[in-house]
């Protein structure tokens, strides 16, 4: 049992980012009424805001359980409730094809990023920090291979600052991106799910695009998260590691096993349309509550202080997944 005292912990963060969500609902209704559009959705307000506020303000370190709980626990949540609205006969025709082009991008991000990160001077550890970051699950992908590897306090560090930054930008900038190259919406959607770092990410990124981006993104996104857990276990036995237990959360988090499960309920029609319906409105708040803690968690300020190497080995990395993920939707003849 969580005891009274860590729960009334969670309120002055919880209600910060509740607060951040609400101005993100409120200037989106404001984007509305004004121009009949909604160019910017409400979850990337609320990043945007949040990213303000905590790169602007020093916040009280009270404030620091609530925001992890939004960024990370109502996240997860909101993942479960999206489970309903997506129907895995959508991806039928891609096939074993798909999962295979996924396997082939990410096992040759991870190779090209730690090579760049070397060829830039970085240490091995870090190279490799920045390598999983970028080809797998961002922060997620960070923190789980830093024991493995035996990663220092700074690399760890360093790395997320900016896989934390440039996960942003990737939100803000991909939309944009989706109608400059005339993506269709399967393809954006397996676009993003392969170059976003984390799942709230990707689904900021895919929502302003419509609803088969959208599940089309998480789908893609959540068979490359599922691949953290075997890839940490051969680099554990490469570094002579394999007697160390990984925790079965790296492998198979909680909130996948929820999201294949009400995806699952959805694709047999075992869910009211009421059901759906509530499930998806859920999903949707819980998402941008979680969007404004992911917001308040990323300080701007932190680029100055891991350097202009990781910088560079961090773009280039994200640029080469880019590239990657376009040839792959390309041979496999994705439409």
């Not at 001077?121 to 080809?135: C, D, E, K, Q, V």
């Not at 068979?223 to 857990?229: E, F, K, P």
Request: aromatic share 6%.
């Amino acid at each position: 049992m969580i005891s009274s005292s860590r729960l009334i912990s969670y309120l002055p963060g919880l209600a910060l980012s509740i607060a951040v969500a609400g101005a993100g609902f409120i200037l989106e209704r404001a984007e509305l009424a004004m121009s009949g559009a909604r160019p910017i959705e409400s979850l990337v307000l609320a990043i945007l805001i949040g990213t303000a506020l905590r790169s602007g303000l020093r916040l009280s370190p009270t404030f620091t359980p609530g925001i992890a709980l939004s960024a990370h626990f109502l996240l997860e949540c909101a993942i479960v409730a999206l489970g309903a609205s997506v129907d895995f006969t959508a991806l039928r025709e891609a096939g074993p094809q798909l999962v295979a082009g996924i396997a082939a991008v990410v096992l040759l991000s991870i190779a090209t990023s730690f090579s760049i990160g070397r060829s830039l001077g970085l240490s091995p550890r870090l190279a490799f920090l920045i390598a999983f970051g970028n080809s797998i699950c961002g922060n997620s992908a960070i923190a789980a291979s830093a024991p493995v590897v035996e990663a220092s306090a700074e690399d760890v560090a360093a790395s997320i600052a900016f896989t934390a930054v440039l996960g942003v930008i990737a939100v803000l900038a991909m939309p944009l991106m989706s109608i400059v190259v005339h993506l269709s919406a399967v393809q954006y959607g397996i676009f993003a799910g392969l170059t976003v770092y984390a799942v709230p990410q990707v689904l900021a990124a895919t929502a302003p695009i419509g609803v088969v981006s959208l599940q089309t993104g998480t789908l893609v996104k959540l068979i490359r998260v599922l691949m953290l857990g075997p890839l940490l276990f051969i680099v554990g036995l490469a570094r002579g590691l394999g007697g160390r237990r990984l925790s079965l959360a790296h492998v198979l988090p909680w909130f996948i096993v929820g999201f294949a499960v009400m995806a699952t309920l959805r694709s047999a029609d075992l869910l009211a349309p009421t059901a759906l319906m509530h499930l998806t409105s859920t999903s949707s708040l819980l998402t941008t509550v979680a969007m404004a803690g992911l917001g308040l968690s990323v300080d701007v300020r932190s680029l100055r202080q891991a350097g202009g190497r990781v910088v560079m080995a961090a773009l280039a990395s994200l640029l080469a997944l880019c590239c990657f993920s376009m040839a792959m939707i390309t041979l496999i003849g994705i439409v």
